[in-house]
């Protein structure tokens, strides 16, 4: 009979407290994940990396053996402002010297990976007056730009998910669950296709060093903010039309970025979805918790002295204030509205 009891207390515990198993399962998931994704880098990239520095190391020597007047301190020298350099967007190769990393349409490229969170890392202010504006102009931009997409998405919604779905739930009486999750396919194809697959193939075409792999790479670390900057566009020494091309590059990721946050807001609009997040979150305080709390609170104080609490005229504050709930333009639930 103990174990039975100690077995059903435990079940209870366990039931009562759901979400914070949920979340400590969360939790050990996405650190195995990371350890996944550690795991299989190195096993893929280390082979490479290790291939890359053998071959450094005999161009090197064979420099030296070439030149024996030059002394390996000195050419270490040499190396080192090289790539110090070039880690701030400047090459000293001939080739690189026709193109400049600040006039007009390079630094528009630059402001709009800023303040998008992109940041490839090929160009970086020279200067501490250029380090300390561009601390200040992304403490100003990057709000502002999370506010210019957000009024931007949310008009875009109306039109591209809540509209539709209600036309063809009203229209053909299918389930409002099973039309959204059609729509939200739908959409993340057209999405893929528009920003991904023709831009790769674009890319591959104008980049004479990309493949189409290297171009489609390209669109999902910039479309997702990564900006691991090993591929940036229009920074070959023959690029014809090179301010045109930065231009329209700065447009793409800017309707690209939109385009992504309109397909993941859809996405994050569906029932399936909104249970899967339940599960791992806090349950919201109801009115009736609420209001058992304030009649508890109400005895507990009751039952003190007098003189240890204040009376209702000394305290003018509420324990609870209500604040207005934000909705959606199309009321509580865009889909139905």
Known sequence: MLQSLTGNSCVRLIQSNKSAWYFMFLVLGYVLYLIFGAVVFSSVELPYEDLLRQRLRGIKRQFLQEHECLSEERLEMFLSKALEASNYGVSILNNASASWN?????????????????????????????????????????????????????????????????????????????????????????????????????????EEN???????????????TIGLGDYVPG??????????????????LLLGLIAMLVVLETFCELQQLKQLRKMFYLKKEKPQDRLSIMEHDHLAFSSMPDGTINSPQEDKTEPFVDFPVLTSPGGDDPMIK
């Not at 990309?210 to 997702?224: K, Q």
């Not at 920074?235 to 793409?252: C, D, H, M, P, S």
Request: aromatic content about 18%; charged content about 10%; glycine content about 6%.
């Open 102 to 206: 600040w006039d007009f349409t390079s630094s528009l490229f630059f402001a709009s990976t800023v303040l998008s969170t992109t940041g490839y890392g090929h160009t970086a202010p020279l200067s501490d007056g250029g380090k300390a504006f561009c601390i200040i102009y992304s403490v100003i931009g990057i709000p502002f730009t999370l506010l210019f997409l957000t009024a931007v998405v949310q008009r875009i919604m109306v039109y591209s998910t809540w509209r539709p779905i209600m036309y063809v739930h009203t229209r053909w009486g299918l389930s409002k669950p099973l039309v959204a999750l059609v729509h939200a396919t739908l959409l993340a194809v057209v999405a893929v296709s528009c920003f991904f697959l023709i831009p790769a193939a674009i890319f591959s075409a104008l």
């Open 210 to 224: 990309w493949n189409f792999l290297e171009s489609f790479y390209f669109c999902f670390i910039s479309l997702s």
């Open 235 to 252: 920074e070959a020494f023959n690029q014809r039309f090179r301010e045109l091309y930065k231009l329209g590059i700065t447009v793409y």
